[in-house]
């Protein structure tokens, strides 16, 4: 078979997959509508950040008044986590929430725009930075290339890493298995440690089974609905990153056969969910700690002078090279400095 008749197999399969998981929730109200769209986040179905993406389609059938119809699709259903950048520039997604460190090759700027490592910021910063300080023309511009409409970011908390194992000092890393893509990624490398690139979903089962020995979470929201600390009791103090900005994606054939009464509502509900998304993640955070602590998780012992100052080296050295790695990550990197 050849790689063309190898890839035209493998997308009648995706589709096929999309289409069985999207007639499930067919209804007379999604075949009246003008536009039906498939959503794909990256969360179970009943976890908190899974719910907020349906309040988020909810928002925009509503606003539409019923013009438009979303079917969320959640973690498993159709496409795979590392497959959702490419399956909505083809089309086979309309709209997805992606993490994009796991898709380091094909939109390095990404990398940039999550947050890396030893980035800090509050809340009106970041919106200062995407929608006052240029870094949301650059993000416009380098998805555009790719065939994708960028739509308002929304901030997560701080990023965390739990691991099977106290963290005494940084040199405890050294030799660990932690789950984390991208800058992540390489930052746990400077610091001596093999990062892997897993899904949220197999987490869970790779701690247990030691494929992997810590992960980090979008925030600490995610080790809590994971479950990471029925398998990883220790919590390390000093943050990956103090936040994190994860955009919502279109393609953009899709979007432009939208009236653009309909792109506005798109738009509006994007930014809504945003400043949702901002506000439950704060509250969100405390109870999941809590809840963390109820089962056994505890903080790994305060980072010493020198273990923070190896911390903040790890992090420039991070971001010296994805200054390097192409055109809009320089700019976003100019820009955040």
Not at 255 to 277: C, G, I, Y
């Amino acid at each position: 078979m050849t790689r063309s008749s190898l890839w035209s197999s493998a997308r009648t399969k995706i589709a096929a997959s999309l289409i069985a998981v999207a007639g499930m929730g067919t209804t007379l109200d999604t075949l009246a509508a003008e536009v039906n769209w498939r959503f794909t986040n990256l969360y179970s179905r009943g976890t908190a950040f899974g719910d907020v993406y349906q309040s988020f389609a909810d928002k925009i059938e509503a606003d539409s008044k019923g013009r438009m119809k979303i079917t969320m699709l959640y973690a498993g259903e159709g496409v795979d986590t590392n497959g959702l950048i490419s399956a909505t520039k083809s089309g086979l997604l309309d709209m997805a929430a992606p993490f994009q460190p796991m898709h380091a090759g094909e939109i390095p700027f990404g990398v940039v725009e999550v947050g890396l490592p030893g980035s800090n910021g509050s809340l009106e910063e970041l919106n200062a930075l995407f929608h006052d300080k240029g870094w949301g023309e650059v993000l416009t511009e380098a998805y555009d290339r790719h065939g994708l409409v960028w739509l308002d970011p929304y901030f997560q908390p701080g990023v965390y890493v739990i691991t099977k194992k106290k963290i005494d000092s940084i040199e405890d890393f050294k030799g660990l298995k932690i789950r984390a893509p991208g800058a992540y990624g390489r930052f746990f490398r400077e610091l001596g440690a093999s990062p892997v690139n897993l899904a949220w979903g197999e987490t869970y089962t790779g701690l247990a089974t030691g494929v992997i020995d810590g992960t980090i979470g979008s925030n600490l929201i995610d080790h809590r609905d994971g479950n990471f600390a029925e398998v990883a009791k220790y919590m390390y103090p000093l943050p990956v990153s103090s936040a994190q900005a994860l955009p919502v994606l279109v393609n953009k054939n899709a979007w432009n056969k939208l009236p653009d009464e309909l792109k506005q509502v798109v738009r509006d509900a994007a930014t809504w969910h945003a400043q949702e998304q901002a506000e439950k993640s704060a509250l969100w955070e405390q109870e999941a700690v809590a809840d963390m602590e109820k089962i056994g998780m505890v903080w790994s012992p305060a980072a010493s002078d020198a273990d923070q100052a190896k911390w903040r080296e790890a992090a420039e050295a991070v971001w010296e090279h994805y200054g390097k790695t192409d055109k809009y990550s320089a700019r976003l990197v100019e820009l955040l400095k």
